[in-house]
């Protein structure tokens, strides 16, 4: 059963739901439908190294959904590789691409 919370990349409300085991499905309006592992769900708001890339993790989210592209659950270790190091001003399309590999 879906239930309407924040999105844990953008902040929007979101359905949330269909946890399975250690992720759980998010769809929202603004980062589109992913998968997030729950550690990454419940911690990312608050995590301040995030703060320059969180627009980053929320656009690579959503060009995925368009592409229809199955990504796995969104975690700190898959965002920390693909964006944390490049920081808002050094992110690329090849970045975020990144991301949903």
């Known amino acids: 059963m879906?239930?309407?919370?924040?999105c844990p990349v953008c902040g929007l409300q979101a359905e949330v739901g269909d946890n399975s085991g250690s992720a759980f499905r998010v769809n929202c309006v603004r980062c589109g439908q992913f998968r997030a592992m729950l550690e990454f769900a419940e911690d990312f708001g608050q995590e301040r190294r995030f703060t320059e890339v969180r627009h980053l993790v929320s656009g690579a989210l959503r060009e995925a959904t368009v592409a229809k592209q199955q990504l796995?659950?969104?975690s700190f270790e898959i965002v920390e590789q693909s964006l944390l190091p490049l920081g808002a001003r050094g992110a690329n399309r090849a970045a975020l691409r990144s991301l949903t590999t």
Do not use: L
């Open 2 to 6: 879906d239930m309407e919370q924040q």
């Open 72 to 74: 796995p659950p969104v």
